[in-house]
């Protein structure tokens, strides 16, 4: 029986790669129009080649990228950077427009709702109250709470000793094949595949089930549950 449905954060229940684009947009041409003297194109270049360095979610990106290019650190020129990232951030983070009837239909049906984000914890809390959702969730796992990603499995071992359920209790929702669905199965938590927020084409996702809008867990949950009532009638 299904008691409980798990979801990745960023691009299963928010268009994240959106949000960071237009984010980053509006803190290139705040530090252009500060003072940095590059096109636009070179720099955008250079920042995004920064993100794949260190990471999509590396803090001290902006001084790095001002390092790169002057040579050295202008505060004037990151503190207008980061506010103008802060605020187009915080005016565009919203969840996907069917997630919150669907996190109310899943709570309707008595189900514990979980979240397991390889993000930084302050940064995963900051997208969830600004998207006005934190309070649908029972538990919320983040890097820093194990240490690991969730392609090692502990992530999802953590959330289950929270949430104090078995694997087979549970379901996983996300979009990336390599951490969300491998981390879950290894535990053997059944798991959805979010095709709708994958940022490339998935030919095999090895997930249990695959859908195109969040509004179908419901669907999956209830087949699931229907499944298991029908074999308990009949063993029974």
Not at 55 to 69: R, V, W
Not at 123 to 130: D, G, H, K, P, S
Request: aromatic residues 8%; hydrophobic residues 45%.
């Amino acid at each position: 029986m299904i008691k409980a449905v798990l979801f990745d954060l960023d691009n299963t229940l928010i268009d994240f790669m959106k949000v960071k684009r237009s984010s980053v947009d509006a803190a290139i041409d705040a530090m252009l129009a500060a003072g940095v003297r590059v096109k636009k194109k070179k720099a955008e270049k250079i920042l995004y080649s920064l993100y794949k360095e260190y990471g999509i979610e590396h803090q001290q990106i902006f001084q790095k990228f001002l390092k790169a290019i002057l040579g050295k650190i202008d505060y004037k020129i990151l503190a207008e950077g980061i506010v103008a990232y802060r605020k187009t951030q915080a005016g565009i983070t919203e969840p996907y427009s069917d997630v919150i009837p669907t996190l109310k239909k899943l709570k309707m049906q008595r189900l514990k709702l979980a979240i397991v984000s390889d993000a930084p914890r302050m940064r995963a809390w900051l997208r969830l109250v600004e998207m006005k959702i934190h309070n649908f969730f029972d538990v919320v796992v983040c890097h820093e709470d194990t240490g690991h990603y969730k392609h090692t499995g502990l992530p999802f071992k953590r959330a289950l000793k929270l949430l104090q359920l078995k694997p087979s209790e549970c379901l996983m929702v996300g979009d990336w094949p390599e951490r969300d669905i491998v981390g879950a199965k290894k535990l053997g938590i059944r798991t959805i595949f979010a095709r709708y927020g994958a940022t490339k084409k998935i030919r095999n996702s090895g997930a249990d089930f695959e859908i195109d809008s969040v509004t179908e867990v419901a669907a999956v949950v209830k087949k699931l549950n229907a499944r298991n009532r029908q074999q308990w009638i009949i063993k029974k």
